[in-house]
């Protein structure tokens, strides 16, 4: 079955980057000239995504405004004469079908994902966490898509860690390696606080087969108060059923100060426009 909606959990207050978030989303922030959500709404596009379903709360507004039209805006660019920019402000606006589903309570990721039931059924669906932007040649999204159309299961997306960063991410037990990339999972554990079972964490890129919607339905609040989609995840690998791969792209945490700053430096090193300049600046940084 095609993958046609991406659910995105857009809730969450983004105290790691306080106070730039006090007023504004944390996926508005920016990342050289385009909001976070931007790069995260261009990636399910191109990776075939038709619909997206935003779940957002109570200080969102401007994430709604971001791709609804601005009126007055593209009026004065188009009679000064700026169509270019008229053009790409419309080509936002235009660029997909958007649903919001308001979070009411900040119950953890399983329970925004949750808040997406009657409007996934019974498809397969994507999940993208915005905080999470990867530099890849194809879409990471594309690539759990292929490998969803192989396997015919869940398919979660993976990235090799350090054992001390193990408690920042779900970390994953492997049950075995399908090919270079793709591993059948046994288990997986929500920031682990003793030895994690594996050095793959979980990245903000889900393939969901619809049977999780119970799941998630049915699960209590666990680490932190809050419902943890990896729980459910994990009911679902002990009937043998999620594959994670290991995608290929460089993933920044965007959610984070340092994350973000990095995330710049790398954007910028590959766009031909910027390249000079950030050659420039460092050349002249002085530390
Ligand atoms: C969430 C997930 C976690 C995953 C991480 C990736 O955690 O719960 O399993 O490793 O995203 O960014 P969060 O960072 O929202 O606490």
Known sequence: MKIKKAVFP???YGTRLLP?????????????????????????IDS?????IFITGRTKKALEDHFDINFELNKILWESGRTKLYEDMKRISEMVDVIYVRQKEQLGLGHAI????????DEPFAVILPDDIILSKEPVMAQLIRQYERVNG???????????AAHKYGIVEVDSRLDDRLYKLSNMVEKPKDTPPSNLAIIGRYILTPDILPVLEELRPAR?????????????????????YEFEGQRFDCGDRVGLLEATINFAANNDELRPHL????????V
Do not use: F
Not at 154 to 164: A, H
């Open 154 to 164: 869940s398919v979660i997306s993976l990235m090799p860690i350090e054992d001390y």
């Open 20 to 44: 730039a978030t006090k007023a504004i989303p944390k996926e508005m922030l920016t990342l050289i000239d385009k909001p976070l959500i931007q790069y995260a709404v261009e990636e399910a």
């Open 224 to 244: 932190g108060g809050e419902i943890q989609l990896t729980d459910a995840l994990r009911a679902l690998a002990k009937a043998g059923s999620v594959y994670g």
């Open 279 to 286: 050659k420039e600046i460092i050349g002249k940084l002085q």
């Open 10 to 12: 857009v809730a969450g």
């Open 48 to 52: 075939g995504i038709e619909q997206i």
């Open 114 to 121: 949750a808040c997406a039931k009657d409007i996934i059924r």
